[in-house]
C-alpha cells in the first residue's frame, strides 16, 4: 500500500492568494482528518470525514478555510485568501471505523504539505 | 475539551540509556492514548497504543503504562539507539484526538 498521498509537498505563495492541498486517502479507509502544525500551537485537527461527510469541523480556523471529500479517495483542503499566518504544515490522515470509534483508530498521516504564505 | 500535556519537551540521553516520556490528560472519560514517532521532514508515525482497560504494553523496546486514577501515561524506550531521535507525540482521545506538545529525543552515540 502506497500510504496516505499528499500534493504538493511544498507550496511557495503570495498573500491573498487561492491555496488549495490535496489528499488521497489509504484505499478502504473511511475516515479522513486534515490536521495543521505549528511550532506555536503544535499539531491541531481542524476536520475529520467519515463516509465523505463532515463530521467535525471545530477545528477550522475561519470561513477561508474549506474542505471538501467528493468521493472516498480523495480530498482538499482549501485556503481563500490566504495570510501568512496560515503558514504551516498541513497533515492529511486516514483510519478505519465508524463516526462513533474512529479516534479509538490508529490514524495514518501522510508526509504532510509544507505551506508558506509571503 | 480534552488538554493533554507532555513533559519534558526536550530529552536527550546516551545511546542504550532508557528514555522516559510523561503525559497528562483532563478528561476522566478519555479511552485510547497513542504515541507517534515524527522523523524531520516526515508526518507523524504510530508506535504503541494503550486502551484505558488496559495498564501497560509493551513492544520490544518499547512500553506505554498508564494509570488512570492519577490520569497520566508514560512512554518508555530501552537500549536507546541513534535512529530514536525524533520528536514523540501522545495524544488522548473519547471524542476527538488532542496531542501533547512533543517530546524531542536526542540519542547521542
Known amino acids: 500500500d502506497a500510504g496516505v498521498i499528499q500534493s504538493p509537498r511544498h507550496e511557495v505563495t503570495e498573500m491573498g492568494q487561492e491555496v488549495t492541498l490535496r489528499c488521497k486517502p489509504i484505499?478502504?479507509?473511511?475516515?479522513l482528518f486534515w490536521y495543521r502544525q505549528t511550532m506555536m500551537r503544535g499539531l491541531e485537527l481542524l476536520i475529520y470525514?467519515?463516509?465523505?461527510?463532515?463530521?467535525?469541523d471545530s477545528g477550522m480556523p475561519e470561513d477561508r478555510f474549506s474542505a471538501k471529500m467528493p468521493n472516498a479517495s480523495f480530498s482538499t483542503l482549501k485556503i481563500q485568501p490566504s495570510e501568512p499566518r496560515d503558514s504551516a504544515v498541513y497533515f492529511c490522515?486516514?483510519?478505519?471505523?465508524?463516526?462513533?470509534?474512529?479516534?479509538?483508530?490508529?490514524?495514518?498521516f501522510g508526509p504532510g504539505t509544507r505551506l508558506l504564505v509571503l | 475539551g480534552e488538554n493533554v500535556e507532555q513533559h519534558p519537551s526536550t530529552l536527550s540521553v546516551q545511546e542504550g540509556d532508557s528514555a522516559v516520556i510523561k503525559c497528562t490528560y483532563s478528561d476522566s472519560a478519555s479511552n485510547y492514548f497513542p504515541w507517534y514517532k515524527q522523523e524531520l521532514g516526515k508526518g507523524p508515525q504510530l508506535i504503541i497504543d494503550?486502551?484505558?482497560?488496559?495498564g501497560e504494553k509493551k513492544d520490544q523496546r518499547i512500553a506505554v503504562t498508564l494509570n488512570k486514577t492519577a490520569k497520566h501515561f508514560s512512554l518508555h524506550i530501552t537500549e536507546t539507539q541513534p535512529e530514536d531521535s525524533a520528536v514523540y507525540f501522545c495524544?488522548?482521545?473519547?471524542?476527538?484526538?488532542?496531542f501533547g506538545a512533543g517530546t524531542r529525543l536526542t540519542v547521542k552515540p
Open positions: 494503550i486502551r484505558s482497560n488496559v
Open positions: 484505499s478502504g479507509h473511511n475516515s
Open positions: 495524544a488522548a482521545t473519547r471524542n476527538d484526538m488532542r
Open positions: 470525514f467519515n463516509n465523505n461527510v463532515p463530521i467535525d
Open positions: 490522515a486516514s483510519s478505519s471505523g465508524t463516526s462513533v470509534t474512529t479516534y479509538q483508530e490508529t490514524q495514518y
